[in-house]
């Protein structure tokens, strides 16, 4: 099970960071992928974590997504710096048996447990 917290209401160029605690299976067996879906849109992916901590940023990151876990607590984290009204969306983690998966062009149905997204609002 994956629980996605850390959203909410952040003014633009705040930073922000957004976790992904994983319970129920072993942690650092699995790769964590960081997404988001804005209204109307379709899902995008930002990275994918691979169990040992090596990064790959997809298609839809760029340089203020930082993606990182700390497999002791269970946990992967997503710090977006210098939010913009841009990245207001809907950020989900999502979880899926590493078997060197990751890369940066991993598609979305690979990963098999999604959580359930945290609403991250731009407003000044």
């Known amino acids: 099970q994956l629980q996605a917290s850390g959203g909410g209401l952040v003014e633009p160029g705040n930073s922000l960071r957004l976790s992904c605690e994983g319970s129920?299976?072993?942690?650092?067996?699995?790769?964590i992928g960081w997404y988001f879906q804005a209204p109307g849109h379709d899902r995008e992916g930002i990275s994918c974590?691979?169990?040992?901590?090596?990064?790959y940023y997809l298609d839809a990151a760029n340089g203020r997504f930082t993606a990182s876990r700390d497999n002791a607590k269970n946990t992967a984290y997503l710090e977006i710096k210098d939010v913009n009204p841009g990245d207001q969306s809907v950020y989900f983690c999502?979880?899926?048996?590493?078997?060197?998966?990751?890369?940066?062009?991993?598609?979305?149905?690979?990963?098999?447990?999604w959580g359930q997204g945290t609403l991250v609002t731009v407003s000044s």
């Open positions: 129920g299976f072993a942690f650092d067996d699995y790769a």
């Open positions: 999502a979880s899926a048996l590493d078997w060197g998966l990751c890369s940066p062009q991993v598609p979305s149905y690979e990963f098999d447990d």
């Open positions: 974590l691979s169990g040992d901590g090596t990064i």
